[in-house]
């Protein structure tokens, strides 16, 4: 079954690649595993998957110790990270997908012991609920970064409104995509910021065809 769902992603993703123009090695598949326990998410490692993500401190470091097996896994935090638990958890993840404020950035700076390559969220879409930083204000946010030598931006990360429309979906991941271009074109040297991070399971082959490079994809791999 979990075979099936990650071939079928896989081939969506190399379908929505090729529409675009762009090679299949440009986007790596990141599988939210968080709704799945250490079992079903080691099935997914077995197959060679080795990008997982989790979005819950506690629950990602419970797993990850039951994983030890598997040190090849690159581990990715996607939810919202509380400033107390930076400590427990910087150091045990390759990628954290949700920098969004100047307070969180100076706790990692301050635990880290290696550099952490995030991702800045930021939040296109105005809802009121999205955690990220407004639009105009990420090169402002990056560039006050630029002490902080434990933080690599790679990137940025949004999500799309759970409810949109696929020309809404567009419309976000195209914004992100110019305000990416316009910061790696600063040539920051603690931002590369070459990377995009969007697309779910919902959006994920429109977030390709507006240049993701990392897709975050959970229910599809698991229903
Ligand atoms: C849960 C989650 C995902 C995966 O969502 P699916 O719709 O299950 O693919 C991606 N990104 C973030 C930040 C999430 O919290």
Not at 26 to 49: F, H, M, N, P, Y
Not at 91 to 97: C, K, P, R
Request: hydrophobic share 40%.
């Amino acid at each position: 079954m979990i075979q099936e769902n990650l071939a079928k992603v896989q081939q969506t993703i190399h379908e929505a690649c090729a529409l675009a123009n762009r090679s299949s090695d440009e986007v790596t598949l990141v599988a939210v595993t968080k709704t799945v326990d250490a079992k079903v998410t080691e099935s997914l490692i077995r197959l060679g998957q080795l990008n997982c993500a989790e979005n819950r401190v506690d629950k990602f470091l419970a797993k990850k110790a039951q994983l030890q097996a598997y040190p090849e896994v690159v581990w990715h935090f996607i939810g919202n990270l509380q400033r107390r638990k930076v400590k427990d958890v910087i150091n045990e993840i390759d990628y954290f997908h949700a920098l969004d404020s100047l307070r969180l950035a100076d706790e990692i700076q301050k635990r880290a012991k290696k550099v952490i390559k995030c991702f800045v969220e930021v939040n296109v879409s105005g809802e009121e609920s999205k955690q990220g930083i407004h639009p105009d204000e990420v090169e402002s946010f990056i560039r006050s970064l630029a002490e902080h030598t434990q933080i690599q931006v790679v990137g940025l990360m949004t999500m799309a409104p759970f409810e949109s429309t696929e020309q809404e979906q567009r419309e976000i991941f195209k914004k992100l995509h110019l305000i990416q271009r316009k910061i790696a074109n600063l040539h920051l040297t603690n931002a590369p910021c070459l990377d995009l991070s969007m697309g779910m399971s919902n959006d994920y082959p429109v977030a390709i065809g507006e240049g993701a490079t990392f897709v975050r994809v959970g229910t599809a791999l698991f229903r």
